[in-house]
């Protein structure tokens, strides 16, 4: 239980948390999407439980072909480009509406720099980020979604602070910012 209640320490992943997995439904998803959705946040979970040690690991999932890749990372961070498959579907005119899911080893949600994954790649649509022990929150472009405005909230809230790099105090800080005026950005919260 100790273990659960801090925010900023790693928790490892068990069974319990992997069937508490409860991602939400998409709108505009198929049945079929949904579930295989659903599905891949499980299984994200469990191979970073048996591959990764809890740490860090992303799966980039094309809900029109149902096609996705998983790729590992450290205890704080996660580049799906170094997956070669996935760079090229996230450099592709190919894909758009991809979703791009991964875990937190806290209890921590978005980043900073997840909210930057998303506005930075056209086609990456959605975003989530499930903490390891089985939470899911998502962040969804909508038809309203405006890069121009969804970067001008960023910045103006990013110059609120001083440091160059956000501590993590800061980070989550921006992150709630940002999420609190997203609806403005063409982005929602499920």
């Known amino acids: 239980m100790e273990q659960a209640k801090t925010r900023d320490h790693k928790i490892y992943i068990n069974d319990v948390a992997i069937s508490k997995v409860n991602p939400p439904t998409i709108p505009g998803f198929s049945d079929e999407q949904n579930q295989k959705f659903s599905e891949l946040h499980k299984e994200l979970l469990r191979k970073s439980m048996e591959e990764n040690d809890s740490n860090e690991t992303a799966c980039l999932f094309d809900p029109i072909s149902l096609n996705y890749v998983f790729h590992h990372g450290g205890i704080?961070?996660?580049?799906?480009?170094?997956?070669?498959?996935?760079?090229?579907?996230?450099?592709s005119d190919r894909y758009s509406g991809l979703y791009l899911l991964h875990n937190h080893p806290s209890t921590k949600t978005f980043s900073y720099a997840d909210i930057g994954v998303l506005l930075l790649y056209y086609n990456i649509e959605g975003?989530?980020?499930?903490?390891?022990?089985?939470?899911?929150?998502?962040?969804?472009?909508?038809?309203?979604?405006?890069?121009?405005?969804?970067?001008?909230?960023?910045?103006?809230?990013?110059?609120?602070?001083?440091?160059?790099?956000?501590?993590?105090?800061?980070?989550?800080?921006?992150?709630?910012?940002?999420?609190?005026?997203?609806?403005?950005?063409?982005?929602?919260?499920?």
């Open 127 to 190: 975003i989530t980020v499930i903490t390891n022990d089985g939470d899911v929150q998502c962040l969804i472009k909508t038809d309203k979604y405006s890069f121009d405005k969804a970067y001008e909230v960023l910045q103006n809230i990013r110059n609120e602070y001083t440091s160059d790099v956000p501590d993590e105090q800061e980070d989550a800080e921006i992150v709630k910012k940002f999420i609190k005026n997203s609806k403005k950005t063409g982005i929602i919260i499920l």
């Open 76 to 91: 704080n961070s996660v580049d799906i480009l170094e997956n070669p498959e996935a760079f090229s579907m996230l450099n």
